[in-house]
Nanobody
């Protein structure tokens, strides 16, 4: 599975941004998908995930502001980010788990995209 993340950019605080992660391969619909982020000098952290059955989970820091979704017909997972804050600034990575589940630990994923930079600043 190859993952290609896109959609990052510069946005003002309070603004919105939508990230996409396009996946190759025929097993996408059975994969657990997640978004992680990594700010300079910090460890990679879980943002949100969606299991193969469609249920989701989010980090407390983004609950109510971010929404993860998937389109199995398009082999794509999305992250809609609203009410963005400067502390959301990071490189965002998408990840895939062949098991179909999601994990808060990066070690729970088999494939990673290249990352897309999100900068929240005025």
């Amino acid at each position: 599975v190859q993952l290609q993340a896109s959609g990052g950019g510069l946005v003002q605080p309070g603004g919105s941004l939508s990230l996409s992660c396009a996946a190759s391969g025929r097993t996408f619909s059975q994969s657990g998908m997640a978004w992680f982020r990594q700010a300079p000098g910090k460890e990679r952290e879980f943002v949100g995930g969606i299991r193969w059955i469609g249920s989701t989970a989010y980090a407390d820091s983004v609950k109510g502001r971010f929404t993860i979704s998937r389109d199995n017909a398009e082999n794509t997972v999305y992250l809609q980010m609203n009410s963005l804050k400067p502390e959301d600034t990071a490189v965002y990575y998408c990840a895939a788990s062949r098991k179909g589940t999601i994990s808060y630990d990066p070690k729970g994923y088999d494939f990673w995209g290249q990352g897309t930079l999100v900068t929240v600043s005025s």
